[in-house]
């Protein structure tokens, strides 16, 4: 509701900075080429402390003693993030993408709903509000239920080719 508010087009707060820096406000949830590009940039602002905290998890839990053998042996802060710090979050990042991946293909529904309803010109109806649409603005259950289950096969697909390109956030090389 507080980006709804903030990108009104008559009292937002954001065309109200531009206005009193010169420039000319903008129609931001109404105009079909600047709506999806909120939603998305409010779903990322709103999803990044949680993102944030699960990384900050996973750097607490690489031992200090790495990082002060690295030093001994001469490794400068960029060495030490690239053979520590890097590889020892690559579980971490695994499943932050594996989270996000998800996210982004059915999260957002609540966005989407409360920021522009799917429109303007259905611009920001995405595949999981088409389907809330159908199952309970239109009654079609079964149609929203055959859509489901692709966008859940589709999701599944996904998720199998992320795995396999990151070997499932393993340590290991595979072998």
Not at 33 to 40: E, K, R, T, W, Y
Not at 143 to 148: L, T, V
């Amino acid at each position: 509701m507080l980006w709804k508010f903030l990108l009104d087009e008559q009292t937002g707060a954001v065309n109200r900075a531009m206005r009193a820096a010169g420039l000319d406000g903008e129609s931001w949830l109404g105009s079909p080429s600047l709506a999806l590009g909120c939603v998305i940039a409010v779903m990322v602002w709103v999803m990044m402390g949680y993102y944030m905290i699960i990384f900050l998890s996973g750097l607490q839990e690489i031992p200090q003693e790495y990082y002060e053998a690295a030093k001994l042996d001469g490794a400068g802060p960029w060495r030490q993030f690239r053979s520590i710090t890097w590889p020892l979050l690559r579980p971490t990042s695994f499943f932050v993408l594996m989270m996000s991946t998800v996210a982004a293909i059915t999260g957002g529904l609540d966005l989407i709903f409360v920021l522009t309803n799917g429109g303007p010109a259905n611009g920001t109806s995405l595949a999981i509000f088409y389907i809330y649409q159908q199952a309970f603005g239109f009654g079609e259950y079964g149609y929203a239920s055959a859509m489901g289950s692709f966008l859940v096969l589709i999701m599944v697909a996904v998720s199998a080719v992320i795995f396999k390109f990151t070997r499932g956030g393993r340590f290991d090389d595979g072998q």
